[in-house]
Structure formats: structure tokens, C-alpha cells
């Protein structure tokens, strides 16, 4: 297993996710090329989790044969494949299909905790000792999949389940080990799976509060005024929004205003001491400050990165 403590030294990584540093991060995989493979269960190649306190780099990479399954636990991460962004909060799942090129959003995984399996693709006969009209269903239900499906957070359980198989000891483990990923595979694929808990009109309200925030970048409302905006407490305003965005409503502002400013940093030479007073920040240091906690670089070094 592949695991990294932020007390030791240097860190153990995977070329399959190249994260170039991981002070105040943690990692665990089990990778099948470095671990004892499981000889029941080829078709799985990698399963891990990570939780970043800091962003690091993910650049472009690619799973031949495989899909790799992403689901976000805590946090947001944001996704590039074929030209196109995708968002995950906590409680979705992205998922890409064998050698799809993909990559974090700017190059960059933002701070989240995440879990990740990497499997054969359902291309031969016996696969997960499943019969062939079986694996067929299986493909069917990989191809109608949405590229980012909101599944909760149940599927967490399952990957830990899938962790303990293959940290058990048992003469069984095998079995276990083929069971809790194909447990894991239908609560990735299952298209009627998926949570509704928060009312409709609560989530249009939502929605309507987020467009504000991501047009008016600048605009730094309370906890009490976002929730009296949504015509709600705050008590339940924080807990149901951090359920449907994965982030506490500053946090998710936050987010939106540094996205903001890339986008500035990028397609204006405003200075970056105008930018940050721009966003309302008090300091062009305290900005600094606050976009490399979610980008991973300065403002500056990010800027000299899109001009090359």
C-alpha cells in the first residue's frame, strides 16, 4: 500500500496520479503493479483516497483499458477532459472512460478529500466472473452514464468496505475483495441512484445565490445574509448548502472569487493589487495568500503559466 504521513519526509506516489508535493496532504492507495495483486480480482488496478489541505498540480494523464471513478467527499474538485470543465462537490462522482486524456481544472486539484478506483474496462467474457449478457448490461449502463452523477455520500462506505477487503487477512479474500468492488461499481453506475433530500424550491434558491455570487465576485455577504437571501435560518442554510455545494457557503464564495480571478489574471493586464481590491480583498498579500491555498501558485507565477 501507498500511504504518506505528513510527519515523515518524502512522500510515496503513484505516476498514475503524479501530485508533485504533499506537505500538510495525506494519501493512501493500494496500486496492483507495486502491491500483491489480487489474483481473484485482475480487473482491479488501483484503488486510493487523498485528502489535500493545500491545491497540487494534476496534470494531463490517461488510464488505458480502464475507468477511473472519482467521487468527492469533502470539498470540490474541478475536471478537464476533451476541452470540456467539469465541477464535482462533495457527494458527486466523475468518472473517464479508457485512454480519455483528463486532467484538474487548470492543471490543479483544489483542497477536497476524494476517493478513486481504477478498473478493467467490461470488455471479455468472465470479467468479475460475471456471464457474458452481464457484462453486457455493465456496458450498456457505463455508455448512458453522465460524465458527473450526484450519488451522495453512501458510496463512501463502499470504498472503505472495498479498502478493508483488500487489507484483509481472510482465506476469503478474494471473494470479498471481487464483492465490495462490484458493490462499489453498481453504486457508481446505477442511474436511479442519487439524493433529493433538499426541496426543489430550496435548490432553485440555491442556484439563484450562486449566479449572484459568480457575478458579483466582489460581493462579501454573512452566513445570516446569504441564509436570509434564501429565506431560510442559518442553521439550515449552512447545513443544506454545504450538502448541496460539499462547501461551507464562505468557503464556496471563496472558491468563485479566486476562479474570478484567474479569469482576470488571464484576459486583462490589470495589475494584481488592482485585481485583488477589485475582489474585495483588503491586500494584494492577503490575496496572494488565499489564491495559492486553492491554485497551488502564486498569482503571478499563475499568470506567466497561461502566457507561454
Known sequence: MTTYDPDESKPILNETMPLSSYSRNTRWTYDTAVDPPICQVPELVMLGSDELRKALPLFEHEHPGCYEFVLIERGKAGW???????????????????????????????PCKFWWVIMQAPIHDGWLRLPAEECLSVQEALARLPRVKHVGLPPVEKFKRLKDALLSKSQLRGITVRAALLDLLLACIDLDAGLHEIAADLRQRFDRLIERLGTEPEWRPSVDELASFAGVSASHFYRTFQEYTGEPPITFAERLRVKEACRQLETSRNSITDIAFRLGYPSSQHFATVFKRYIGTTPTQWRKSRQV
Open 80 to 110: 478537464e477532459l476533451e476541452g470540456e470543465q467539469y465541477e464535482t462537490p462533495a457527494g458527486h462522482l466523475f468518472h473517464s472512460r479508457p485512454g480519455e486524456k483528463h486532467r484538474g481544472s487548470f492543471n490543479v486539484i483544489e
